[in-house]
């Protein structure tokens, strides 16, 4: 019989400490596919320690590069021509993988990129990222399953105007435009801090953008760019997910590693709901002392609260004094994993993008289901609001963006354990 890994937590549990929180997932893939854009050796510091790491990893392997990992750094040496083709065994594994797309147009001219299809938050669509592409003059074509995408006479600098202001296409874009030739404008571009960073580390390289962390980026394309050292930002969405439980179990927790500005929408909310949040440079204390009071939460694209916290706002809402509207805007499915939250005795109910949430003083331990990296988290920290043990499994997913999670809930005072258990198998 196979052997699964699950984590149980006893509820009743008060998170209060400190925690560290590594780099941010979303910003050090990508800042690992940036390295393809030079020949050299270039290093990534601050990198989590986490499986969709290992796996952007081994993408970059297969590419042609040696990849070491260790102790939180990636070294990334990138021959001279990197190879041309990501297969899916490894982008089913981790969506992200497309992110190198861009940079090896760039580069080569030529890229067969595994198409990831759909996940467990939703069907999340790459159409901004091609139709960018194709203004920069590549050919774009679908076939068994792969995009395969040329630009026999090179990249040209674009107007592009994004439907809607997508990270990976705004990624993948500005990845394409620093080598291509002439000037490229971005509108609509994403804002998030991690969009910032990858521009940080390209301008260290020798790209030429402006107006990063705004919604038009402007790069002037360069010739070819040098080999870097850059160290990735903090996880916001790590360190929201630790304010979330400080505020849902009536704790203390001070996070470090996370700049506050990057989380003001949620943690703005978590004083809405009571909390004491006292931010500094590059952390911050929340304490809540009674029960939280309900607060309605919408998420947008950045500056707008993020959706990656939505699991932790419906936990928030489902503990709280009153009643909360929750509305998701960026994923159709990211409501999927809300029978699991039910299952831990939450009151939600959805329609369409919005879910109404009314609160309970306790909810119930029970056995559930990770769907997704951040619905796992987020069940974990209702779990502990809950009556006795509550069981989450498909804990794999929980692994994908949060390094230490399990010892890092014991850190801060949870009876918390990680354990094997046989996974049943029905059939004839
Ligand atoms: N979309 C399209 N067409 C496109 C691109 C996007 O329709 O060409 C749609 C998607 O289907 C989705 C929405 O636009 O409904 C937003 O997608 P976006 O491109 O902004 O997201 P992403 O780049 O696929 C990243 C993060 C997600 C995070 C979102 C939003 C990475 C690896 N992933 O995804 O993180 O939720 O931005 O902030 O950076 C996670 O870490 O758990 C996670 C899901």
Known sequence: ??????????????????????????????????????????????????????????????????????????????????????????????????????????RRGDVRVALPGGDMIGSRGLDMHFSGLARMGAEISGEHGFVIASAPGGLRGAKIWLDFPSVGATENLLMAAVLARGGTEIDNAAREPEIVDICEMLNAMGARISGAGTSTLQIEGVHALSPVRHTTIGDRIVGGTWAFGAAMTRGDVTVHGVRPEFLDIALDKLVSAGAVVDPGENSFRVRMADRPTAVDVVTLPFPGFATDLLPMALGLGAVSQGSSLITENIFDGRFMFVNEMVRLGADIRTDGHHAVVRGRERLSGAPVRATDIRAGAGLVIAGLCAEGMTEVGEVHHIDRGYPDFVADLAKLGVDVERAQVAEPRYGF
């Open 1 to 106: 019989m196979a052997r699964v890994d699950v984590i149980r937590v006893k509820g009743g549990a008060r998170l209060a400490g400190d925690v560290t929180v590594d780099g941010a997932k979303n910003s050090a893939l990508k800042l690992m596919a940036v390295t393809l854009l030079a020949e050299g050796r270039s290093v990534v510091e601050n990198v989590p320690r986490i499986t969709d790491i290992a796996i952007m990893g081994e993408v970059l392997r297969r590419l042609g590069c040696q990849v070491e990992l260790a102790g939180g750094i990636a070294t990334i040496d990138v021959p001279a021509v990197p190879g041309a083709e990501a297969d899916y065994d490894l982008v089913r594994r981790l969506r992200a993988s497309i992110c190198v797309l861009g940079p090896l147009l760039a």
